[in-house]
Each structure stands twice: as structure tokens, then as C-alpha cells.
T-cell receptor, first 115, second 118 residues
Framework: SAVISQKPSRDICQRGTSLTIQCQVD?????MFWYRQQPGQSLTLIAT?????????ESGFVIDKFPISRPNLTFSTLTVSNMSPEDSSIYLCSVGGTGGFTEAFFGQGTRLTVV | AQSVAQPEDQVNVAEGNPLTVKCTYS??????LFWYVQYPNRGLQFLLKYITGDNLVKGSYGFEAEFNKSQTSFHLKKPSALVSDSALYFCAVRPFNAGGTSYGKLTFGQGTILTVHP
């Protein structure tokens, strides 16, 4: 299995500002995934972060709004830019589902509230 | 494109009774199927998976799920519910492409809130 640490666990931010969420994994992984869970909703994949290449974004998500870094095989960041109240969600980092792991493992999530 | 449906927003059962949380899926090819549980203020915890083999799979905390290919279903079950099982449950699917390479993307159902009453 994989242990995933996310920081911060929660934050309250002013609209128009940006927040960077960090995700640290205890093992080297090729792909890391960022999901969003809006209030009362299911999880939606934002993007796939590969080390050494640009992230791949899902339909409806763009790099300018959700820039992602992946500097090495154990770390990634997701930035939520120019925030609005509609960005209030839980953001989750995930690894696995590829290679040796057939299931995905998730961090504890970052609960973001934009006021 | 794949999809997952959890037809019940909420399931209520009495402690000690059996529980079922329903899930149906749509995917091209053979699916990888998963159940996750989310407790308040926590991330997702993996419960169990179906990859291949026996249609009945057993997972954590006494949960099991039955894969039914003809009905494209993967219902989560537990013979005797506990109050501590109360949580939000998600079914998820990942397609297994013809070339044998797994995609790392999960498609989730909308979630089912399970409430177990004392």
C-alpha cells in the first residue's frame, strides 16, 4: 500500500487568492491524481500528474485554474488559482491504480472553503 | 466512456441486520471495480476490489461484494451491520483496455450514505 500525506488539511481563503495543496507519498510512483469532491457530490478527476511531463487535465479543468507541479516521484502540488466560492470543495490526492497497485490510495483530503 | 450508478442516495438499516449498497456500471471491456468508504473529515479508504476470478470478493471490516457481469452490477454487502459502518460509500470503476494496460483513472458513483441505527 501507499501512505499519502496532504497539507493543509483544511483552509479558509478569500476569493481572488490562490492556495497550493501539497501531496507527499511514502514511495515512488509514476502517476499521481488530483480529484475534487464538491459538497454533497462524488469525486471528479481533475488531472493526472506524471513526473517529468506536463499534467493531463480532464474535460472542464484547465491548467491556468489548477496548475500542477510534479518535481519528483514522491511529491506533487495542486494550486487552486483565483478562487471563488464555487471552488469550495475537498481536494484529494491519489496514487496507485497502475503498475503494482490495482487499487488507488487517497490522502485525507484538503477541505477548502472560499469566502 | 465509463459510468457508475449508485441508485440509492441513502440506505438505512438496523444494527445486526444485513446491508446491501447497490452499484451498477457501464464500461467497455472488462472492468476493475472498487468500493471505498469515506468517514467524516477523512479521505477515502479502500474496502475491496474485483479484478478477475471469483465473483464474490471479500474485503475489509467484514464487507463483501458480488460481481454480476450479466447485470453489470457490483453490490456491496455485509451480513450483520454495525453502527460504526455508518459512512459514505462510493463504488468506482476503472477500465482495463484490450492491450492489458490499466488506466489510472477512476470513475466514481455518486455515493450512498449508509446509516446503521442502534
Amino acid at each position: 500500500s501507499a501512505v499519502i500525506s496532504q497539507k493543509p488539511s483544511r483552509d479558509i481563503c478569500q476569493r481572488g487568492t490562490s492556495l497550493t495543496i501539497q501531496c507527499q507519498v511514502d514511495s515512488q510512483v509514476t502517476m499521481m491524481f488530483w480529484y475534487r469532491q464538491q459538497p454533497g457530490q462524488s469525486l471528479t478527476l481533475i488531472a493526472t500528474a506524471n513526473q517529468g511531463s506536463e499534467a493531463t487535465y480532464e474535460s472542464g479543468f484547465v491548467i491556468d485554474k489548477f496548475p500542477i507541479s510534479r518535481p519528483n516521484l514522491t511529491f506533487s502540488t495542486l494550486t487552486v488559482s483565483n478562487m471563488s466560492p464555487e471552488d469550495s470543495s475537498i481536494y484529494l490526492c491519489s496514487v496507485g491504480g497502475t503498475g503494482g497497485f490495482t487499487e488507488a490510495f487517497f490522502g485525507q483530503g484538503t477541505r477548502l472553503t472560499v469566502v | 466512456a465509463q459510468s457508475v450508478a449508485q441508485p440509492e442516495d441513502q440506505v438505512n438499516v438496523a444494527e445486526g441486520n444485513p446491508l446491501t449498497v447497490k452499484c451498477t456500471y457501464s464500461v467497455s471491456g472488462n472492468p476493475y471495480l472498487f468500493w471505498y468508504v469515506q468517514y467524516p473529515n477523512r479521505g477515502l479508504q479502500f474496502l475491496l476490489k474485483y479484478i478477475t476470478g471469483d465473483n464474490l470478493v471479500k474485503g475489509s471490516y467484514g464487507f463483501e461484494a458480488e460481481f454480476n457481469k450479466s447485470q453489470t452490477s457490483f453490490h456491496l454487502k455485509k451480513p450483520s451491520a454495525l453502527v460504526s459502518d455508518s459512512a459514505l460509500y462510493f463504488c468506482a470503476v476503472r477500465p482495463f483496455n484490450a492491450g492489458g494496460t490499466s488506466y489510472g483513472k477512476l470513475t466514481f458513483g455518486q455515493g450512498t450514505i449508509l446509516t446503521v441505527h442502534p
